[in-house]
């Protein structure tokens, strides 16, 4: 794909900030690919980080025809930037894309445009410990017309910015609420849990607020049909040690979101002597090994936080520690194995790694 490249004036230039939350902070350039049907996908462009202008009609505003991709950007300690299976988002970014009507972008190009904007903003990947560029990839239905169907015109754009490390003072662990009263997303394959689309995410946040305000920092999803199987944790997938030797998660049901840091830790973990399952899990099974020791952690894992410990579960007004409710040994080796590859510290055995060089 040609790639026009529109630099910023050097006058408008920012420089990236040295503390950083998460989401707030964006680099000085996007990258921006329209598509029409008549044309397909065209004018590719790096061009300065700008507001979008959108007709009050556009499709999206109204119908959410919308999805979206996570990745990051790692700075090794030779000064080089690994990308992290890119590839892999940019194959779902496709599945997410099919299931909400829209184009596919091609693969190659959508890797070569993350290439293409990391590289001109590569002063914007940290140095610091753990913290990362994180890209988000997004596509919207531009058509300016109130009638619901397909649009025929969309924007697909990647913005990137600089995001601290999520566990400044360590790994931590989170206590979570099991949800009865709320569901995340429709059984599979006919509902949209697989996709990342922001449709999923609206219908998120109420359950959000409401664990909030228990007290929890965070919403463990039953499935939509039975309201007894697990299926994820936030906007993260949920994985259970047994016994200090055995990893069990929720086997996709296409209600789930298929993360790319599940799969990579399913890979992993045999690698380090652990036994990976994945299978239908009980709430009410997992609660009674919880209580009686035989579960000895659980982690929610995703791109923005790796891993995320979970310290307690909340169920129908009782609660229950997760072993200590500390960070577990196996939680923190999989942390430590994952983050290790990715910022280039630890053999990548698996070809994950996509090292970019830019000057
Ligand atoms: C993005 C996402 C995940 C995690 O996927 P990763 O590829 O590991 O970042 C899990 N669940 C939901 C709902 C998500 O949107």
């Not at 900030?17 to 397909?40: C, I, L, Q, R, W």
């Not at 997410?96 to 972008?105: I, L």
Request: charged content about 20%; hydrophobic content about 35%; glycine content about 10%.
């Amino acid at each position: 794909m040609d790639i026009q490249i529109i630099p910023i004036d050097e006058s408008k230039k920012k420089a990236p900030p040295t503390d950083f939350a998460f989401g707030s902070n964006f680099s000085n350039h996007m990258f921006t690919h329209n598509y029409s049907v008549e044309k397909g996908w065209h004018d590719g462009k790096i061009e300065p980080y700008k507001m979008l202008t959108l007709d009050p009609a556009t499709t999206v505003l109204h119908y959410s025809q919308e999805i979206f991709e996570g990745t990051k950007a790692y700075r090794r300690k030779d000064g080089k930037i690994n990308l992290f299976r890119p590839w892999e988002n940019a194959k779902r970014f496709n599945s997410s894309a099919a299931r909400m009507s829209m184009p596919a972008v091609d693969v190659e190009d959508h890797v070569q445009a993350i290439v293409s904007l990391v590289e001109m903003d590569h002063d914007w990947v940290p140095s610091k410990e753990g913290a990362t560029l994180y890209i988000r990839p997004t596509m919207i239905g531009t058509d300016p017309f109130l009638g619901v169907r397909a649009s025929s015109t969309y924007l697909h754009y990647i913005i990137t910015g600089p995001v601290g490390n999520y566990y400044e003072g360590g790994l931590a662990p989170v206590s979570v609420l099991i949800s009865d009263d709320y569901r995340r997303a429709a059984p599979g394959p006919g509902g949209t849990g697989a996709a990342k689309t922001g449709g999923n995410y609206a219908a998120s946040i109420l359950a959000d607020e409401a664990a909030k305000k228990a007290g929890y920092t965070q919403v463990l999803w039953l499935d939509g049909k039975t309201g007894v199987n697990i299926e994820e944790v936030g906007t993260m997938n949920i994985m259970f040690v047994y016994e200090g030797k055995k990893i069990v998660t929720p086997q996709l049901t296409g209600s789930i979101l298929p993360g790319i840091t599940r799969d990579s830790l399913l890979t992993l973990a045999p690698d380090l002597g652990y036994e990976v399952e994945e299978t239908t899990l009980n709430v009410n099974d997992m609660l009674a090994d919880v209580a009686s020791g035989k579960i000895t952690e659980a982690f929610g894992c995703g791109t923005a936080v790796v891993i995320a410990p979970v310290g307690n579960f909340g169920y129908q007004g009782k609660d229950v520690q997760v072993g200590s409710g500390g960070v577990g040994e196996v939680s923190r080796r999989l942390f430590d194995e994952l983050t290790g590859i990715q910022f280039g510290r630890k053999e990548d055995k698996y070809g994950w790694i996509h090292t970019l060089d830019p000057k």
